[in-house]
């Protein structure tokens, strides 16, 4: 979209270019992982890059486990329900590009909550910088850590699948307040997180991909949250 990371990519060996209106060249695997955010017309850029992939190898687009309609925090896996079109803009569009993917032969890897580090991405750190948060404290989410976001797409890519579903978590849901539990028990941050004060609300899902392990081959590298932060018992 931008131009604003180009010189991070090219340090780094990668041959960046902005949003391109035609496909002039092909390539054997192909991974579409940009956010709808800034897009005008998501399932049109999932197109305009299924066509810069010569059939061969792999496609892939990364998706969000959200679209799943499960919200009593009860159980979900890879064939779990999804959220009917039409009730939500936001899953609308995922579902859309979805869609466009599984027509030219491509795979979905439907990702839960990403996080990467201490400091950077994830709910605790915006939790934390909030310090008291307006939502219920028993709502499960679902995590996987960026770099196992990254090493099962790779897996995925490798397999070299047709028209499938994955799911990426790292299987160990967690509430929010075990999340801050854990965020506290870990010693490792400076700021002190006050408490959610929500009573009312959706609840969450509790995901399991055994069934994409088990076909892709792949384990996470953090296996828990509680492992990322070094407080695994």
Known sequence: ???????ELINMGITPSLKWTEATQKFPYVIFCAPPSRSLDYPGDVRLAALSWNGEGSFLFTSTSAIFDCSDNGACDEDGPV?????????????????????????VL???????????????????????????????????????????SIAMLKKKIRGQIFLGCDNHPLSRQ???????KSGKFSKKFEGFTGTSGPLGKRLNNSKTREEIGWEPKYPSFAHFLGVAE
């Open 1 to 7: 979209m931008t131009a604003d990371h180009h010189d």
């Open 83 to 107: 959220v009917p079109i039409g009730r939500s803009p936001r899953t609308d569009v995922l579902l859309k590009a979805e869609k466009v993917i599984l027509e030219f032969g491509g795979c």
């Open 110 to 152: 439907r990702l839960a909550g990403l996080y990467i580090s201490l400091s950077d991405r994830g709910a605790h750190v915006y939790w934390l910088q909030k310090g008291t948060v307006d939502s219920r404290p028993d709502h499960i989410l679902n995590l996987i850590h960026y770099e196992d976001a990254a090493s099962l």
């Open 178 to 184: 075990e999340i801050m539990d854990l965020v506290a």
